[in-house]
C-alpha cells in the first residue's frame, strides 16, 4: 500500500516563508513525477509545482513562479516545496502527489495524471 504523507504547512504572514515536505511509502513503491496542488475553500484543485525525475525537469504554476522552488530525492521518495514571499492568496490545502503507473514525458499538470495522493497539509497566510 503505498502512501503520501505531507508535513510542514502551518501559519506566516505576508512575506514569510515555509517548507512542505512529502514522504512516500510503500513496499514496491517508485514515480516517474511527483508534484504539489492545492485547493482554496470554495475553489478547484489546482496544479502549483511539478518535478519529473528523469532529467530533473520541474514546471511552476505561473502565480508562483519566481516564489516556490520543488525539489526532492527520487531514491528517497521526498518531495519538498519551500514557498518564499507568501501571499494571502496563498492559502489553501496544500497536497503531495506522485506519478507512479506510467512513465511520465513531461512533467504532469492535471490531476488525473497522478495515482497517489496524500491527504494534505494547510498553509494559511495572513496579511
Known amino acids: 500500500q503505498v502512501q503520501l504523507v505531507e508535513s510542514g504547512g502551518g501559519s506566516v504572514q505576508a512575506g514569510g516563508s515555509l517548507r512542505v515536505s512529502c514522504a512516500a511509502s510503500?513496499?514496491?513503491?517508485?514515480?516517474?513525477?511527483m508534484g504539489w496542488f492545492r485547493q482554496a475553500p470554495g475553489k478547484e484543485r489546482e496544479f502549483v509545482a511539478g518535478i519529473r525525475w528523469s532529467g530533473g525537469t520541474t514546471l511552476y504554476a505561473d502565480s508562483v513562479k519566481g516564489r516556490f522552488t520543488i525539489s526532492g530525492d527520487t531514491a528517497k521518495n521526498t518531495v519538498h516545496l519551500q514557498m518564499n514571499s507568501l501571499k494571502p492568496e496563498d492559502t489553501a490545502v496544500y497536497y503531495c502527489a506522485a506519478r507512479s503507473r506510467v512513465r511520465a514525458i513531461v512533467v504532469p499538470t492535471i490531476r488525473s495524471a497522478y495515482d497517489y495522493w496524500g491527504q494534505g497539509t494547510q498553509v494559511t497566510v495572513s496579511s
Open positions: 510503500g513496499r514496491t513503491f517508485s514515480s516517474y513525477a
